[in-house]
């Protein structure tokens, strides 16, 4: 399993930005698709984004698409999330995920990557 550090959460205003990191260690990153998800308070943990393990093709979810980007800095075995125009439904913990065969499709249990999670909170 490879280890997964969020950070970069925090209390924000609705309409603002973020960028969320994931360090990654204890594994070969290149071999991974890595995968950022969320979880609201009394909702089910949902699918955000994902990044093949060449940076080559991203997927989104259709709630973010168009407002979020995530991309991977193979240098720092990071993936980022950049998080713009911020809502208040955007309001979760954020979790990393790491795979090598994860896909839009895996299900959650899964995924045996998983980091602690960075809350984001959207106020309006």
């Known amino acids: 399993h490879v280890h997964l550090v969020e950070s970069g959460g925090g209390f924000v205003q609705a309409g603002d930005s973020l960028r969320l990191s994931c360090a990654a260690s204890?594994?070969?990153?290149?071999?991974?698709?890595m995968g950022w998800f969320r979880q609201a308070r009394v909702k089910d943990r949902e699918f955000v984004a994902i990044?093949?393990?060449?940076?080559?093709?991203?997927a989104y979810a259709d709630y973010v698409k168009g407002r979020f980007t995530i991309t991977r800095d193979k240098a720092k075995n990071t993936v980022y999330l950049h998080m713009n125009t911020l809502k208040t439904e955007d309001t979760a913990i954020y979790y990393c995920?790491?795979?090598?065969?994860?896909?839009?499709?895996?299900?959650?249990?899964?995924?045996?990557?998983w980091g602690r999670g960075t809350q984001v909170t959207v106020s309006s």
């Open positions: 995920a790491a795979g090598r065969s994860l896909t839009v499709s895996t299900p959650l249990s899964a995924i045996d990557s």
């Open positions: 204890g594994g070969p990153f290149c071999s991974y698709n």
């Open positions: 990044i093949e393990n060449d940076g080559g093709s991203t």
